[in-house]
């Protein structure tokens, strides 16, 4: 690899087990690192990912930093500092006189209750509120639903409740969300210079500046969980940013962000940045969407603590209006993502009221981590099972790097799961596996069918730390027809963040209601003829206009900050919108940024009305109901350096010089002498049949009998049965 003049890329994803690092050089290739998730200091983890990258260089850490151009960060922190409560603990929250219940009352959807939850409130609980009502205050205001003023900010309501919040309550932080506030922010800022007069060095969080979108409910909590999980989410990349500088890195620390991109750590918003990590797996799979040609594919992520799926359809990626984080319901848009807690520390268990054998959603985690790893952990885990078959090797794991203690793990599965059940402690290993897998598996299942998607359309990508040990038993009878490895599975999330570019998103509700439109009731299409701006009234088009052009001014000034000039930046404009009485909205995306021509309204309408017909077919269609447009974006994009993966030369079928050696696996009852293959010596035309063990530095891919493995151009793996 050169050393001399290089430039670097480097992107970190912090997960519940273990930071990974992708590190790309100038030219493209790509180097790749793991350690530990440490907990207790995240920002040791970060360092050691990128150390652990580099490893085997010439350089040393501040070397490689001086010469990287940019550094990307994807983290699950704000997600775990929401799901353990851990967040600022005394926090207050103003809102419009009769509001004050609002966010404690909820829909049983934003309580985070399933179906069958929600068909039993009288049973069910709501989670612990960020802000209890002792500390929620509402003060005399009111904007209506077109931002008129029809009753001013009453400034003694407010003095009075931030000297309560402050001095009798001792909240650390206030969050302000007033009806109708994206509309019409007068009051919020009013609010906000009141609290700064009195309390200069209080933290606020205006809802019109987190997420400026019309539906209270999630606007408000989104408006309190940003504050929530401020305070710390900022330290940490506070703390990242100046480790960095000092080791020689020049440049702003990028963080991913949930609707997708990167973005500067100082103006990201902490509440987009939830989930971020997961989302560089939606982004790798585009990636090589895109390299390889196909038309749709699904990602499925096995990490230490959770199994994450992503999908790619023929129009791409897509977006969460009003997506869960822990069992809050918020409302910042967010790539779609399903988790389920299943992972290579997912523990297994005997249910004592059934003595029937259980494996997750709880998670060892890294401290302790699986038995194996020998730091005390005493539940078994699906790593733990992987070890006892022969399907990892105790003395390869991360490279050799981490010893693991078979032993260990054999004495857990025989006392905690194989003497309970009277199975022998390998059946009861496999159980575990085929267990885990199962669970996996019908995740995918119902994830497709209730989107109504076939999945022998679908190829299916397998990554994660975990993923490919796992791919083989999650896929069987799923009705994939192909499955790809890549190269970079163990560090995925982390390499899709290298492929992603600099993203600003910005959303707004302009509340557009086009109660008539001309239309056709032989075959439901408008009549273009017959369309006139005037459908419309004129203040709602003002209204359209104006936030349009104050989202592209947003864009631009953060685009020049991040460096970007206007010929280097590309914008892309969108609406959500639904037909009249109907509850739900479509994403559309709009040629158009304007409301001034008949023709733009024939632009936006054809828009509409074709991503509507795509989505639920044109017998679904009713004009007759008018068309509402419930929110509209303005996304800027900005163009990075990316991997650019090589093409290797076709080298044969045979793949016998990439053999290391023979052991015995445990496959479907019974031990295998099977061949185990080094995934560094493999060949582009490779090819291989099951049962067979794939090892490389950081992952190892388990081929049971009746696949087939292809080493391709790209050096990723692919999988057919």
Known sequence: MKTTEEQYFIYTDTGGTFTDCVVVNSIGEIMTGKSPTTYQNLEECFFNSIADAIEGTTMNLEEVLSK????????????????????????????????????????????????????????????????????????????????????????????????????????????????????????????????????????????????????????????????????????????????????????????AQAAGGVSRAEIVKPANTLHSGPVGGLTGIEFWKKQYGMDCVIGSDVGGTSFDITISSKRGAEYLREPKVGRFEISNPMMEIVTIGAGGGTIAYVDKSTNTLRVGPASAGSEPGPVCYGNGGTEPTVTDADVVLNRISPEYFMGGKIKLRKDLALKAIEKKIAEPLGLDVYKAAEGIVNIVDGTMASTLSTTLASRGLDPSEFTLFAFGGAGPAHCAGYSFGTGFKKMVVPKTASVFSAFGASTANVVHRYTTSPFVIIPHIPYNVSNSEFIKEKLELDLIPSATRERFNSMMKDMEEKAQTDMEVEGYKREDYDLRYEILARYGGQLWEIRVEIPVSRLETVDDFRKILTAFETEYERVYARGAMVPSGGIEIIVSVVEAIGRVSNPRPSKEPFAGKSPESAKKENREVYWSGQFIDTPVYDWELLRNGNELAGPAIIESPNTTLAVPPGRLILLDEYRNLQMTI
């Open 68 to 255: 990287t151009k940019v550094i990307g960060y994807g983290t699950t922190h704000g997600t775990n500092i929401i799901v353990t409560g851990s967040g600022a603990p005394n926090l207050g929250f103003i809102t419009t006189k009769g509001q004050e219940d609002r966010t404690l009352i909820m829909r049983w959807r934003a309580a985070g209750l399933t179906s069958n939850e929600g068909m039993h409130l009288i049973s069910a609980d709501k989670p612990k509120p960020i802000v209890p009502r002792t500390k929620v205050r509402g003060v005399r205001e009111r904007v209506d639903c077109s931002g008129e003023i029809i009753s001013r900010l009453d400034v003694d309501d407010v003095q009075l409740a931030v000297k309560e919040l402050v001095e009798e309550e001792k909240v650390e932080g206030i969050a302000v969300g007033l009806l109708w506030s994206f509309l019409n922010y007068k009051h919020e800022l009013e609010i906000r210079d009141i609290i700064n007069e009195m309390y200069p060095d209080l933290p606020v969080a205006l809802s019109h500046e987190v997420n400026p979108i019309v539906r209270e409910d999630p606007r408000f909590r989104t408006t309190q969980i940003d504050l929530y999980i401020g305070k710390a989410l900022k330290s940490l990349l506070a703390a990242i940013g100046s480790t960095l500088k000092q080791k020689g890195y020049k440049y702003p620390l990028l963080v």
